[in-house]
């Protein structure tokens, strides 16, 4: 009786250690042999703000079963990605995410989401950009400076003085940084071998989104300020006489479009606006009404044209608070499917 009782509690043991293994967090598990580059898309999920959720999602476009809808940081590193994850970029075959109110970028591999570095020592970054091979400038909301960050050791080596929070930036074919402001009327102009601002451009308030396309024209979107009552607009400068060649001026400071994009042709222009608009830069006057309306109960958030055929990413932060979804629209305005995201999905880095 005693040999027996000794067998079915080993028995009982073994299946309880089985039961737990199948029963394990999925959130613990990745698969980076899935997250291989020109096969999809990365989600950067800015979690909901001092909660400290933020995440990253893959999604493959060409095998379904292999999209996460779980987290690659975390369980890759046994810790948190942070506060407010606002964007990523690729510098070195290595992922930079900058995570916004954690003061920090993290730099992993995109294959396996493993760390390589953490850089710190920033108030609140916005966004990187590599803009000279080993340079890397990072913007900022409250240093009124841009960071510049040595892409090889991780170290913060220096700044350029901007007053202002300082949002996107773009290198045009002549080598010179654009830089939006949010808190200014002006886009302003760097240069690289110097680490200095150069020139800078009178636009609107509120800058936010650029863009330059196969004509070398840089497009810029001021999202203008309703708590400040500025109003935004649209503007097309050219990079060489530094002149405004074309501008949409916003005629209500509670219109705040955001995340400007072109389609992959470079043709028409796309932004967010309690919908989606698009429209082809040969326009004279912006549309009144988007062609893609927002459903009642979404919140659209984050925009990204898929480079191969054309298709709307368009990210849905739904209450900024539950797990949001993506929503694929052809270039018509049809809605084509849903992907699982994160909570508050905000941008995105096609890999």
């Given at each position: 009786?005693?040999?027996?009782?000794?067998?079915?509690?080993a028995?009982?043991?073994?299946?309880?250690?089985?039961?737990?293994?199948?029963?394990?967090?999925?959130?613990?598990?990745?698969?980076?042999?899935?997250?291989?580059?020109?096969?999809?898309?990365?989600?950067?999920?800015?979690?909901?703000?001092?909660?400290?959720?933020a995440?990253?999602?893959?999604?493959?476009?060409?095998?379904?079963?292999?999209?996460?809808?779980?987290d690659?940081?975390?369980?890759?590193?046994?810790?948190?990605?942070?506060?407010?994850?606002?964007?990523?970029?690729?510098?070195?075959?290595?992922?930079?995410?900058?995570?916004?109110?954690?003061?920090?970028?993290?730099?992993?591999?995109?294959?396996?989401?493993?760390?390589?570095?953490?850089?710190?020592?920033f108030?609140?970054?916005?966004?990187a950009?590599?803009?000279?091979?080993?340079?890397?400038?990072?913007?900022?909301?409250?240093?009124?400076?841009?960071?510049?960050?040595?892409?090889?050791?991780?170290?913060?080596?220096?700044?350029?003085?901007?007053?202002?929070?300082?949002?996107?930036?773009?290198?045009?074919?002549?080598?010179?940084v654009?830089?939006?402001?949010?808190?200014?009327?002006?886009?302003?102009?760097?240069?690289?071998?110097?680490?200095?601002?150069?020139?800078?451009?009178?636009?609107?308030?509120?800058?936010?989104?650029?863009?330059?396309?196969?004509?070398?024209?840089?497009?810029?979107?001021?999202?203008?300020?309703?708590?400040?009552?500025?109003?935004?607009?649209?503007?097309?400068?050219?990079?060489f006489?530094?002149?405004?060649?074309k501008?949409?001026?916003?005629?209500?400071?509670?219109?705040?479009?955001?995340?400007?994009?072109?389609?992959?042709?470079?043709?028409?222009?796309?932004?967010?606006?309690?919908?989606?608009?698009?429209?082809?830069?040969?326009?004279v006057?912006?549309?009144?009404?988007?062609?893609?309306?927002?459903?009642?109960?979404?919140?659209?958030?984050?925009?990204?044209i898929?480079?191969?055929n054309?298709?709307?990413?368009?990210?849905?932060?739904?209450?900024?608070?539950?797990?949001?979804?993506?929503?694929?629209?052809?270039?018509?305005?049809?809605?084509?499917?849903?992907?699982?995201?994160?909570?508050?999905?905000?941008?995105?880095?096609?890999?």
């Open positions: 009786m005693r040999t027996g009782s000794k067998l079915f509690n028995c009982s043991l073994i299946l309880i250690v089985l039961f737990l293994a199948n029963c394990k967090d999925k959130s613990t598990e990745t698969k980076p042999s899935d997250i291989k580059q020109s096969k999809g898309f990365f989600v950067i999920n800015e979690g909901t703000f001092t909660i400290g959720n995440s990253l999602y893959y999604i493959n476009l060409e095998d379904e079963s292999k999209n996460t809808d779980e690659l940081f975390k369980p890759a590193n046994n810790r948190p990605l942070g506060d407010v994850f606002q964007s990523m970029t690729i510098i070195n075959n290595n992922a930079w995410l900058v995570v916004n109110n954690s003061g920090k970028i993290e730099v992993i591999d995109p294959s396996t989401s493993k760390s390589i570095s953490t850089i710190k020592g108030k609140s970054p916005r966004y950009l590599e803009v000279l091979p080993g340079k890397v400038y990072v913007t900022d909301i409250y240093s009124n400076s841009i960071s510049i960050v040595d892409a090889n050791s991780f170290a913060k080596t220096g700044e350029i003085k901007c007053k202002g929070w300082t949002e996107e930036l773009i290198l045009d074919k002549s080598g010179k654009w830089i939006t402001n949010h808190n200014s009327k002006f886009v302003y102009i760097a240069d690289p071998s110097t680490d200095k601002i150069t020139d800078s451009v009178n636009v609107a308030y509120g800058g936010s989104g650029l863009l330059t396309g196969k004509d070398g024209d840089i497009w810029v979107l001021c999202s203008g300020d309703t708590l400040k009552n500025e109003s935004g607009g649209l503007f097309c400068i050219n990079p006489s530094m002149k405004i060649t501008q949409f001026l916003f005629d209500k400071a509670s219109y705040n479009p955001v995340k400007l994009n072109s389609n992959r042709v470079g043709d028409s222009l796309f932004y967010i606006y309690q919908g989606i608009y698009g429209f082809p830069k040969t326009i006057s912006l549309p009144q009404t988007p062609f893609i309306t927002q459903p009642k109960g979404s919140n659209f958030y984050g925009l990204s898929n480079p191969i054309g298709n709307l990413m368009v990210a849905d932060a739904m209450d900024f608070v539950s797990y949001g979804k993506i929503l694929a629209y052809s270039a018509s305005g049809t809605l084509l499917k849903s992907y699982k995201a994160g909570v508050v999905p905000g941008n995105f880095y096609w890999w």
